[in-house]
């Protein structure tokens, strides 16, 4: 009874799935509840409505808090249940390590925090894939990391180049300036700043150059910088091309294991 109850409840915390009605309605519940405790932080935060309602958000944080602890102790009870977590000692201890495991344990342990960290509740949103048993958007994902490990060179280099306009940017401008406004650019570190928001086209506009050489290499440096800011996007964004391009069907027979493709045409064989 006590072995058949962990397995039941193992395929609703571990292996929901949609034919199971007590998967789905427990996960379901548990996303809503993640979801409510998202919006129930922010409004909370509301200066005209977190004093009035203050007790109401307390026992909501509570409710949740111990729904979200019994959970916890249930994934922690079956996990054994899975083949790399089967000892009953260590096993536990390995799922307990995990990295979703961690968060969880934190999303509790914020409740007692001296600090307010509830807003890392939030996190525990990534379990949606999961509870809504969503499995293409896992194998997505996992396309778009296949992708991007294959560029992973250019996103270095990217990188690298960002690195290197940022500093170069920094010290032609100091160079430039400093004697106009020793106290904005006083410094290459301290213009850095600058070189950051103006090559990302954020521009907050509190270091600006004066001189009208200044103002030619401002010019020049931005235009510049926004090809070398754009290499990381282009990058990424092949790399979700390819993988929403990626032909993922079964390439062979899964029972008797032929090639389902036509070598010469590529038509499937029938």
């Known amino acids: 009874m006590n072995n058949n109850f962990k397995q039941r409840l193992f395929h609703i915390l571990h292996k929901p799935s949609r034919q199971n009605p007590w998967a789905r309605y427990v996960n379901y519940l548990l996303a809503a509840l993640i979801v409510s405790n998202a919006l129930f932080v922010a409004v909370e935060t509301v200066p005209s409505i977190g004093p009035i309602y203050k007790p109401y958000f307390l026992a909501f944080e509570v409710l949740s808090t111990s729904i979200f602890a019994i959970e916890y102790l249930a994934r922690l009870w079956v996990c054994v249940e899975q083949d790399r977590y089967s000892h009953p000692v260590w096993g536990r201890i390995r799922y307990a390590l995990s990295s979703l495991a961690i968060l969880d344990l934190i999303v509790i342990l914020t409740f007692w925090s001296s600090v307010d960290l509830r807003f890392l509740r939030v996190a525990r949103m990534v379990r949606l894939l999961k509870v809504l048993n969503m499995a293409h958007f896992e194998q997505s994902l996992t396309r778009v990391g296949a992708a991007l490990s294959k560029r992973r060179e250019l996103l270095i280099v990217s990188v690298v180049?960002?690195?290197?306009?940022?500093?170069?940017?920094?010290?032609?401008?100091?160079?430039?300036?400093?004697?106009a406004q020793p106290k904005v650019f006083s410094s290459i570190p301290n213009t850095l700043w600058w070189a950051m928001t103006t090559l990302t086209t954020i521009g907050y506009g509190d270091m600006i150059p004066i001189t009208p050489f200044g103002k030619v290499c401002a010019g020049l440096i931005s235009v510049f910088g926004i090809g070398v800011f754009a290499l990381p996007t282009a990058?990424?964004?092949?790399?979700?091309?390819?993988?929403?391009?990626?032909?993922?069907?079964?390439?062979?027979?899964?029972?008797?294991?032929?090639?389902v493709y036509g070598t010469e045409t590529g038509h499937l064989d029938t």
Not at 161 to 179: D, P, T
Not at 235 to 257: F, K, L
């Open 161 to 179: 180049m960002m690195v290197l306009c940022i500093y170069a940017s920094a010290a032609v401008l100091y160079q430039v300036e400093h004697g």
């Open 235 to 259: 990058v990424v964004t092949a790399a979700i091309v390819e993988a929403g391009t990626t032909d993922t069907r079964p390439t062979t027979c899964q029972h008797c294991g032929k090639d």
